[in-house]
C-alpha cells in the first residue's frame, strides 16, 4: 500500500526530510515504511495499511508544522513518532511554539506537549512549580521566558537562584571566598542568561543589577516587586527556605520553582521544602503544578532511556518496601 501526499514546495520538501533524510528516519523505523520523494510529492509506502496511514498522517503534520515557520528537526519526528505508536493524543497534536530569540538568533521553542504546558502554566499563573528529571528544559525554559518578560519590559529584574547544598562535598574545604565558592553551583544559569542575552549585555545587566544570580540564602529579609524569579534544583531546600523564599514575592512579579524529587542531597534528617509545598499549596488560585516526565526529556535519547530504567527501579524497590 502507498500514499501519495502533495507538498507545495521544493522548499518545504527539503524542510520535511532535512539532510541525509535524517528528519523521516525515525518514522520509516517506528512503522516499518519507507518514504520517499517523488514529482508528485511525498510517497509513504509499507505492508501493513494502518502503519502507512499513521506515517501519512504524521507527515502531513511535520508539513503543516513546518508551513507555520517552525523548524524540523530529528528530535522533533521522534517525538511525534513516539507519540503517535503510543496513542498519545496530546504530544500526538504538538506543535512547537516559540518563546525567544538567543543573542545569536537562534529561536527557543517548546519541544514537547509537557514543556508546551509548562510554558503555558507560567504565563497563566503568578507561581509556577515545575517538577521533573534532568533534561526536560525546566531551568532553561524558564529563563528564556525570564529574558522575554524582561526585553519586553513587563518586569524591571531577573532573579535567579538556587539553594547551594553540596552533592556529596563541602564548601569549606573549596579555595576562595564565598562568591568564588557558590559560582560552581550557578553557572548553569550563567551559562543559559549568556546564551539568551549575550556576554556583554548580561554583563551590564548585572552590573546594574538588573539581573542577579546568587545563593538562596541571600534572599532572606527581602521584597522583590517587579521581577521575573526563578528558583531552581527547588529539590534542595528546607521547609523553612521554601517559606523564606515564597514569602519574598512581591507586587507585580512572577515566580518559577524548579526541581527533581530523583536528585536530592538534602539530609534524610531534613523536610523537603519541595515535597511539602506541593502537599500544602495545590489548589491555591494563581500557582500551578506542572509535572514533567521521560517523555519530556530533551538531550540524548540516551538519557531518557537512564530515566526510564530509574523510575522502573524505584518503583520496584518501593514495592519490595511495601512487602516487607
Known amino acids: 500500500m502507498h500514499i501519495v501526499i502533495e507538498v507545495n514546495a521544493a522548499e518545504a520538501l527539503s524542510e520535511v526530510f532535512g539532510a541525509m533524510n535524517q528528519n523521516i528516519r525515525s518514522i520509516e523505523e517506528s512503522f516499518d515504511v519507507s518514504i520517499e520523494p517523488s514529482k508528485e510529492g511525498i510517497v509513504v509506502a509499507g505492508e501493513i495499511p494502518a502503519a502507512v496511514k499513521k506515517s501519512a498522517s504524521l507527515v502531513r503534520r511535520l508539513i503543516e508544522i513546518q508551513s507555520h515557520g517552525q523548524t524540523i528537526n530529528p528530535q522533533l519526528t521522534s517525538y511525534l513518532s513516539s507519540a503517535v505508536r503510543d496513542e498519545d493524543g496530546e504530544a500526538s497534536t504538538f506543535e512547537p511554539n516559540s518563546i525567544c530569540l538567543t543573542a545569536k538568533g537562534k529561536p527557543i521553542s517548546t ?7 509548562y510554558v503555558e502554566a507560567i504565563r497563566k499563573n503568578d507561581v509556577t512549580f515545575a517538577i ?5 528544559g525546566k531551568t532553561y525554559l524558564a529563563v ?12 524591571d529584574r531577573i532573579i535567579l537562584t538556587r539553594p547551594a547544598v553540596e552533592a556529596g562535598e ?6 576562595g571566598d ?6 560552581p553551583y550557578m553557572r548553569p544559569l550563567y551559562d543559559a542568561l549568556q546564551e539568551m542575552l549575550g556576554a556583554e549585555l548580561y554583563l551590564k545587566n548585572m552590573e546594574k543589577g538588573l539581573i542577579e544570580v546568587s545563593p538562596l540564602a541571600y534572599m532572606r ?8 524569579i526563578i528558583l531552581d534544583e527547588a529539590q534542595n531546600t528546607t521547609a523553612e527556605q521554601m517559606k523564606m523564599f515564597l514569602t519574598r514575592i512581591g507586587f507585580g512579579s512572577k515566580v518559577v520553582v524548579t526541581g527533581d524529587q530523583t536528585q536530592m542531597d538534602l539530609d534524610p534528617k531534613q523536610r523537603s521544602g519541595l515535597r511539602e509545598a506541593r502537599r500544602i499549596l495545590r489548589g491555591i488560585d494563581g500557582l500551578g503544578f506542572i509535572e514533567l516526565n521521560a517523555s519530556d526529556v530533551v538531550r540524548n535519547p540516551m538519557v531518557q ?11 520496584k524497590e518501593a514495592k519490595n518496601r511495601k512487602q516487607h
Not at 521533573?132 to 526536560?136: F, R, V
Not at 529579609?221 to 521575573?228: K, Y
Open 144 to 155: 528564556a521566558l525570564a529574558v522575554r518578560a524582561f526585553r519586553q519590559h513587563e518586569v
Open 170 to 175: 563541602k564548601l569549606g574545604f573549596l579555595p
Open 111 to 117: 519541544k514537547t506537549a509537557g514543556q508546551k504546558r
Open 132 to 136: 521533573g528529571p534532568a533534561g526536560t
Open 221 to 228: 529579609g527581602r521584597t522583590l516587586d517587579n521581577s521575573f
Open 178 to 183: 564565598l562568591q568564588t565558592k557558590v559560582d
Open 305 to 315: 532511556k537512564i530515566i526510564e530504567a530509574y523510575e522502573r527501579f524505584d518503583k
